[in-house]
Each structure stands twice: as structure tokens, then as C-alpha cells.
């Protein structure tokens, strides 16, 4: 009996490691598709960002406009990355059926989230890093919170990856799938300051800006590079736990009602 | 640590003496399961598989065997009533309930782009077992995979891959293993392996519970056949005592002149009268030593009975089930 009451409580971290090397293993496969293309996109629009509106915007908050939009496109890539990593990670077993081993191992739904989540999150943070790495190579960087900087770039890829998660299992097909992040996610990144300050914009759309949560990640983020922000850091950070914290919520509800994964 | 606790409640020395014993390793109590559009796929059943048998579950289509078994396995969310895997709860006590189950679906549902190898090495690994790659070469050897652990599951065929699908559920070592319908699109020869290897588990302590379309399936490997139909149990089973019946003939005589009754002096070869008189039947096992059917035939002379025609009718599994079926309808 205190064998099964203990296994009932003990992590099956046997579990989340294969789903998690699972999951990397598939990402090592398509390494075109899952690390080059996102860095290819984004050195694309640096030239096109950097150097075109560059030659015109010299300098925000005494930074290069080159500088000045690295966090942004980085984020931007950790947005999109994360959540489709997840949503496709987490779709595709239902969408071939092979979820029918996920359901019926005996495996916590915290370790299946933690599995997948932790692959996808970890995926788009090193791909953010990468990106950081090439960028180095263009512009010349400098980062003054390089600890906060990591826990923007953690807690904003994990939060994205569990997004993901959701649209993933909320997903009935593959437009779906496509929906969330092409309508919602990278509309939002664009207009959350990734190529410019919201001080730029006109009192109105400041005003709107604020409710765009995304704002909130870009502006900490780039405040732990150059110690500039839009909103304050506490904030931003307040911001970044708070979504997190309605993500989990939202995968506690789906698991424990078995929506759309178990009917 | 807990796979090592997992591994001893699987070791098939511990499993007779362990938690159970004689109970049975699967207990299902009052199953429902209505689905979310209102059908009702499960009604009250209540089912027991005992420790290392060989169960049959038949039924036409649409009958209940997948819901059944998905609600076991815990991939369809019970609607009420409770399933025990050797005494653990499936739902309360999940991890130690299905530690113990291996599931091969019905549908061919396999990863593309993984190897062989990759997916059962998964599968592994999500029942929380330690890696071991002799257990996994011994099964895929076992299945006549092993050429093939390289192999893009994409490249393989149906057959190959329903074997993969087997090979999934053997890689973590369950003391209860599910198979539905294991022979749809299987060859003969392969459905021939694939039995043996079924028995060779069973010899190994394994319970096995299968699902099949094909009676000579049940005939040939389960100790207990259950037959469910529109989400009911009709009937659980031993094999043997449906062999018994499947084993009785039915000779039936047809009269020149009706009968009124069955005179005394065949009392012992407990005749059927029909209603009409026309017609006697006689049960007999075409199996045993004497049939009776000379001893008969000399007392319906000795009576004076004439009759102008005979026949008799073989009792398959078949018939047992259609009638079943029928019935149930
Ligand atoms: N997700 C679902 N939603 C609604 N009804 C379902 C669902 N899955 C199965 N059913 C219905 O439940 C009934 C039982 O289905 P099930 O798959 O358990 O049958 P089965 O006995 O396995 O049949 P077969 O021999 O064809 O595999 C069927 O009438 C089926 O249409
Ligand atoms: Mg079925």
C-alpha cells in the first residue's frame, strides 16, 4: 500500500524525459525548418528594418535604431516559435491518433505539459539565443541585465509555449492551427513596439497600446538591453507572471476536463 | 525508485502473490459511457478478467469493444461506474493502474518519420521504465521487426505496422495487455506468429484481453469469450463449455405420421417434440465415443415411428453469436 501511495505522488520524470527527447529529436530532424528559416527571417528584417528605416531613425534613447530593435525581432521570433513549436507538437499526436499513448500512460498531465511545453520552450530559447548571437555580428550589442534578460526570454517562451499547448488541443484542423498565431500573435508583436517606441505613436494608440500584452514583454525585455523601457520593468515583469499564471490555469481546466482530448 | 517498484509489482514471480492472488486483475463495475453527442456506447456493464487469461471480446461492429476498452485504458473519460486494474483505481490510482496496461489499437495510428526503434524506445520510457535495449531487441526479434528498427515507420507496411503497434505495448513490459482486433489486415501466416505470440506471453503471466471479428480467433486462443452488443454483455463465457456446445449436433427426424407424444420407452433419449408433432429432435456430441444414434434409430422402430427424411445441424461459435446478436437486438 505505501508503495502506491507513494508512486501515486512521485514525479514520472522516465515520462517527461522520453517526451522530451522525443520532442528534440523531431526538432534535430527538421533543423532547417525549426532553427534556420526563423534566423534566416529575422536577419531579413534587419536589413530591411535596420538599414532602411535605420538610415533615416539614427538613434532611440541613444541607442541604434539596429540596436534598438534587436530585442523586438528576437521576441517576435520567440512569440511565433514557441507557440508553434507547441501547438504543433501537441496536434499532430491527436491529428494521427497517436495521443492514445500519451492518454493511457501513466503519466500526470503536469509532466505532459512540463514534456512538451519544456521542449518547445526550450527550442525557441535557444533559437532567441542564436538570433541574439547573430545579431551580435551586425550591430554592436550591449546588454546591462543580462540576468533579467534570460528571465524575460524563460518566462515569455515558456507562457507562448503553453499558449501553444492550449491552441494546439484546441485546434480542430490545421487552419485552426494556423489561425492564432497568424491573426493574433505576430499582428500584435508588430504593433507592441518591436520597431519603435510607444512614445512614437499618437496618444490614442498609446493608450490602446497598453492593452496589447505583448508590449509589456517587448518593453521589459528590451529595457534589460539598454535600461530603457516603455513601461516600467516592475510592471512588465508583473505582466509576464500574470500570463503565465492564466496559462496554467487554462491547461489545469483542459486537463482536468479532458476538453477536446478526451471525449 | 519507482521504477523499481514498478518493476517488481510486474515481475511475474510477484504478480500471484503480490495485491491480488485469485481476484481478478481487471474489475469493471457499472460502466457507462455516453458520448458527447448523447449516445449511449457503454450500459452498466460489469466485467471481470482474470489473472492470466485469455479473454475474447466479440460483438458486430459498433458494439462497444473500443469504448470498452478506451475507458480501461483511461483514453475515454468514463461517464460513471469504476474499473480496477489489480485493485488500483484507474482514475485515483492512474499511474499504478496503467503501469500495469499495454494497449494495441484498433486503428493503425503510428508515427511517420520516427525509426522503430524510436517509438518503442517512447513507449518505454512513457510507462516510466528505465531504458533497455535487450528487452527492446528481444521483442522486435520476437515480432520479426528487427531488420526493419531503422526504418522510417512511414516505409513500413500495414502488417508491419500493426507489429510495431504490438511492439509499442511489449517494450514496457505490461502484466495486462489489450489487442484490438490484432488480425485486421493481417495475413495468414502473420495472424499464425502473431498467435503464438500471444500464448508465449500468456506462458510468461501476461492477461490478455482481445477483440475479434474472427471466431476461429477466439476458438483458437481465449480461455473466456465474452460477446457484448449494444453496449451490453450477453454473455461471458469458458471456451470450453461453449466448445461443448459448439460440439452438440442436432438431429432432427422428420415423421410420416404426426405424434401426440414421445412414447415412454425414449424417454431416455430426451427427445424435442415440435408444437405441431411433425418433427423430433435429437441433441447429440458428434465429438464423443457413441453418438446414440443407431440405439435410437432401432427404439423409434421398436415403436413404430416411420419418418421420411432426416438431417442434422452443427452447433458452431457462429450461430451461438449471431443468435446472441439477434437476440439482443
Ligand atoms: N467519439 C465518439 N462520439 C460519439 N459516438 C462514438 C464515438 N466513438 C464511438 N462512438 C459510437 O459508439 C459506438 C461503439 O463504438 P466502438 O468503437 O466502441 O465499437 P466497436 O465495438 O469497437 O466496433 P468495431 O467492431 O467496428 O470496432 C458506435 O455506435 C460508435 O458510433
Ligand atoms: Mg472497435
Redesign the interface.
Known amino acids: 500500500m505505501t508503495s502506491h501511495s507513494f508512486n501515486r505522488r512521485t514525479f514520472n520524470w522516465q515520462a517527461v524525459w522520453a517526451l522530451f527527447k522525443f520532442e528534440m529529436a523531431r526538432t534535430r530532424r527538421t533543423l532547417m525548418q525549426s532553427i534556420i528559416s526563423p534566423v534566416v527571417s529575422t536577419c531579413l528584417y534587419f536589413v530591411v528594418f535596420g538599414s532602411a528605416i535605420g538610415s533615416r531613425i539614427t538613434e532611440i534613447d541613444g541607442v541604434s535604431y539596429g540596436a534598438f530593435i534587436v530585442p523586438g525581432l528576437i521576441m517576435l521570433s520567440l512569440l511565433t516559435q514557441s507557440v508553434s513549436n507547441a501547438s504543433f507538437a501537441i496536434y499532430f499526436p491527436k491529428f494521427i491518433g497517436t495521443v492514445y499513448e500519451i492518454l493511457s500512460a501513466p503519466i500526470s498531465y503536469v509532466e505532459i505539459v512540463v514534456g512538451y511545453v519544456g521542449a518547445a520552450a526550450l527550442k525557441s530559447i535557444i533559437l532567441g539565443l542564436i538570433i541574439l548571437a547573430t545579431a551580435s555580428l551586425i550591430v554592436p550589442l550591449k546588454i546591462a541585465h543580462p540576468g533579467m534578460m534570460l528571465l524575460f526570454l524563460v518566462l515569455t517562451a515558456v507562457t507562448f509555449a503553453l499558449l501553444g499547448f492550449i491552441i494546439g488541443i484546441w485546434a480542430k484542423n490545421f487552419e485552426q492551427l494556423q489561425v492564432v498565431p497568424l491573426l493574433v500573435i505576430t499582428p500584435l508583436t508588430f504593433l507592441g513596439g518591436t520597431f519603435y517606441t510607444l512614445d512614437m505613436l499618437p496618444p490614442i494608440w498609446q493608450k490602446i497600446s497598453l492593452f496589447n500584452p505583448v508590449v509589456y514583454l517587448i518593453s521589459g525585455f528590451r529595457w534589460s538591453f539598454s535600461g530603457n523601457s516603455d513601461v516600467s520593468v516592475g510592471i512588465s515583469l508583473a505582466m509576464a507572471l500574470l500570463f503565465l499564471a492564466m496559462g496554467l490555469v487554462t491547461v489545469w481546466w483542459i486537463f482536468k476536463t479532458g476538453y477536446r482530448l478526451k471525449q | 525508485?519507482?521504477?523499481q517498484?514498478?518493476i517488481e509489482?510486474n515481475a511475474p514471480a510477484d504478480r500471484d502473490g503480490g495485491t491480488g492472488g485469485d481476484d481478478p486483475i481487471v474489475q469493471v463495475r457499472g460502466l457507462t459511457k455516453t458520448?458527447?453527442n448523447g449516445f449511449e456506447a457503454l450500459k452498466n456493464i460489469d466485467l471481470e478478467i482474470q489473472r492470466g487469461e485469455i479473454f475474447a471480446l466479440l460483438g458486430p461492429n459498433g458494439a462497444g469493444k473500443t469504448t470498452l476498452i478506451s475507458v480501461i485504458?483511461?483514453?475515454?473519460?468514463a461517464t460513471s461506474g469504476s474499473v480496477l486494474v489489480d485493485g488500483?483505481d484507474n482514475v485515483v490510482?492512474?499511474?499504478?493502474?496503467?503501469?500495469l496496461?499495454g494497449?494495441v489499437?484498433q486503428?493503425l495510428?503510428?508515427?511517420?518519420?520516427?525509426t522503430v526503434w524510436?517509438t518503442v524506445?517512447?513507449?518505454?520510457?512513457?510507462?516510466?521504465?528505465?531504458s533497455n535495449p535487450a528487452h527492446i531487441e528481444k521483442v522486435l526479434k520476437d515480432l520479426s521487426l528487427w531488420d526493419k528498427k531503422d526504418s522510417m515507420i512511414m516505409s513500413l507496411s500495414g502488417g508491419m505496422k500493426r507489429r510495431v503497434l504490438i511492439a509499442?505495448a511489449l517494450g514496457h513490459e505490461p502484466a495486462v495487455l489489450f489487442l484490438d482486433e490484432p488480425s485486421a489486415g493481417v495475413d495468414v501466416e502473420l495472424r499464425r506468429a502473431m498467435w503464438d505470440v500471444v500464448l508465449e506471453l500468456q506462458k510468461s503471466g501476461v492477461t490478455i484481453i482481445l477483440t475479434t471479428h474472427y471466431i476461429g480467433e477466439a476458438e483458437e486462443l481465449a480461455d473466456r469469450v465474452g460477446v457484448i452488443n449494444h453496449g451490453e454483455i450477453v454473455l461471458v463465457e469458458e471456451k470450453t463449455q461453449l466448445m461443448q456446445r459448439f460440439a452438440q449436433k442436432r438431429l432432427t427426424l422428420h415423421l410420416n405420421e404426426a405424434l401426440s407424444e414421445i412414447p415412454d420407452s425414449l424417454t431416455d433419449f430426451r427427445l424435442e417434440l415440435s408444437n405441431d408433432g411433425n418433427t423430433l429432435h435429437y441433441a447429440f456430441d458428434a465429438k464423443g465415443e457413441r453418438t446414440g444414434i443407431t440405439k435410437l434409430l432401432t427404439g423409434l422402430q421398436a415403436a413404430g415411428i416411420t419418418f421420411r427424411d432426416l438431417d442434422t445441424q452443427q452447433n458452431s461459435l457462429e450461430d451461438i453469436f449471431v443468435d446472441l446478436v439477434r437476440n439482443g437486438a
Open positions: 525508485m519507482t521504477e517498484n514498478t509489482r458520448y458527447g485504458c483511461g483514453i475515454v473519460n488500483h490510482d492512474f499511474r499504478a493502474a496503467r503501469s496496461i494497449l489499437p486503428e495510428t503510428t508515427d511517420a518519420f520516427e524510436a524506445s517512447l513507449s518505454r520510457g512513457l510507462f516510466g521504465k528505465p509499442k
